[in-house]
């Protein structure tokens, strides 16, 4: 149990590792993800959770329960609701997985009836954490951070486009007065994005990235650090996206000079 | 090791000693990459994890073995390494298998999933291929990234540069690095286990001195160009890129000789099944083809014998003995970054 746990726990500062560096919360797993559809993973979840409490309390009762736990094992395989999690709510899947493991090899054991309580408990923590996130998505898809992150992972534009789009968005929230999630947003820009792009794009143009490389970390920074008005911010943004237009162009022609693998 | 004395011993009793250097030849023959051209053909169900790597260009080597194999049913799943590597040990331990082969970005992570005892060790005959310092058992090296030193030749001479990483904490040379990236934060890591924490400690606060700090290697390694430092700390390709696009920017390479400023860190591939598909999915990316594509557009190492370099490396790479897949332990190396107020 205490090996069990502490793979748990090693898997989760994982999770919290991959977050940690930017990741975001949610990572796509499909290019073309179905549609949300709340109500079935609600029902879905409703059953699985029932199916453990009955699992559960016959197990406190002395009954042998490994074959039902393999059982709701292949029920979370099969549902709809996996599939969901698994695409737009990643870091939420694991913890499903490690509570059904946790479960399973607590069930083997005879008498563990707390530590079986202790993964029903997660399993069902971690099973509406996944509806939760679910529904967060469904509900404001273009509100939510977790929605922003998830629509620029599944996202097929060009990561140049992507770039610019965001940095239209730094505009936006500057102009409502956040600051803060203006400036978080033009450092994962340049972490999570500019940089994928930034090695191609040297070779191209160097001055090119100097320039821009100055601007992600000086210039646009400095302009909201002395609260300079939102026409001067849009202005350095507008001289950016025009900067980051050519970047598109060299790379678009960098694209059709590469050669094929075989 | 003991199928080449028992090959010995046969052309001995078969009275061949006479014929060695054409033994050695079919040995030295076996190591070398392969052409796609001598691979079997790709068919049958495959499911791919594949973290992202650089500009895509790891998605455009699956895409073009799945063009080449149209028979291949290929499923593949594309997200960040860690994030791969945390679902299969999660789904493992609910004793379940959807992947045959993981492609990481990073040993790390490929580590981290092994340690579960979650793949199958690499084929010998797979293996053999791999340069001898790269090779593992349970995983294989795809392609490499060095740690280098870029620095300014018009400010400092090759010969000013130390030759091994803790003596630059005793110089005076003016040190461009990038402590919030990732590569750096791995190249510390190597450090610590090689050197242990106390010296680890010292070199940090001896550089710092000296040290200015960027957001990241490709800011480093073009601060080394303008002049705006002596030289830096940076993976190997930043230097190639630049030089490629712009052949007259006043930067070098240098490299430092068995320690953690010389660490080769690799994308690697585990195999999570007996499938082998998957095995033969591994053949196609240790192949000639594939090995030269890294090497030409992502400016990778190649892991096999037989495929040149990218140009503009210097001779002399001797990199540490050190486990890549320990460079997944980060935290204790974040804490004494944050202690000596490099962080």
Known sequence: ?262 | MTSRRHILKIAAALGLLGSMPALAAIEEAAKQARSADDLPKLSGPLTVYLGRGEGGLYDDIVKAIEKRNPDLDLQVRRAPSAALANTLIAEAKAGVSRADLFWSIDASSLGAVASQGNSRPVPKDVSARIRPAFRYDQWAAISGRLRTVPFNPDRISRDQIPAHIMDFAHTDLKIGWAPAYGAFQSFVTAMRLLEGEDRTREWLTGVARQARSYAGELGVVMAVARGEVDLGFANHYYTLRLKQGKPDATVDIALTNNDAGSLVNSSGVLLLNDNPLAVDFLRYLLSREVQSYLAREAYEIPMVSGVAPPDGLPPGIHPPDVDLTRLADLQPTLDLMRETRVL
């Not at chain 1, 939760?132 to 620029?152: F, I, N």
């Not at chain 1, 007065?177 to 040297?202: C, K, N, P, S």
């Open chain 1, 1 to 262: 149990m205490a090996s069990s746990r502490r793979t748990g726990v090693r898997v989760l500062l994982i999770v919290l590792s991959a977050v940690s560096f930017g990741q975001g919360a949610f990572a796509a797993a499909a290019a073309d993800p179905k549609p949300l559809e709340i109500d079935d993973y609600e029902q879905e979840v409703s059953a699985m959770i029932a199916t453990s409490d009955q699992i559960i309390a016959d197990y406190g009762d002395g009954d042998q329960v490994a074959t039902r736990v393999d059982a709701l094992v292949d029920t979370w395989e099969n549902v709809d609701f996996h599939e969901a999690v698994e695409t737009h709510a990643m870091t939420l899947y694991p913890p499903i997985w490690i509570a059904l493991g946790g479960l399973r090899e607590t069930v083997d054991k005879p008498g563990a009836i707390d530590d079986s309580r202790k993964w029903q408990a997660r399993l069902q923590a971690a099973l509406h954490e996944g509806l939760g996130a679910l529904k967060l998505v469904a509900a404001m898809p273009a509100q939510t951070e977790a929605a922003q992150t998830l629509a620029a992972e599944q996202d097929d534009r060009p990561t140049i486009t992507i770039i610019q789009d965001n940095l239209d968005q730094v505009l936006v929230h500057y102009r409502d007065g956040d600051i803060a999630q203006a400036r978080t947003l033009i450092h994962q820009t340049y972490m999570q994005r500019f940089e994928g792009v930034e090695g191609d794009l040297i070779e191209q143009d160097a001055d090119l990235v100097t320039d821009l490389e100055k601007d992600f970390n000086a210039t646009l920074p400095l302009l909201l650090e002395k609260k300079a008005s939102a026409d001067k911010v849009g202005a350095q943004i507008e001289r950016m996206n025009t900067k980051l237009d050519r970047a598109q162009a060299l790379m678009n022609q960098a694209d059709s000079d590469r050669g094929s693998v075989f």
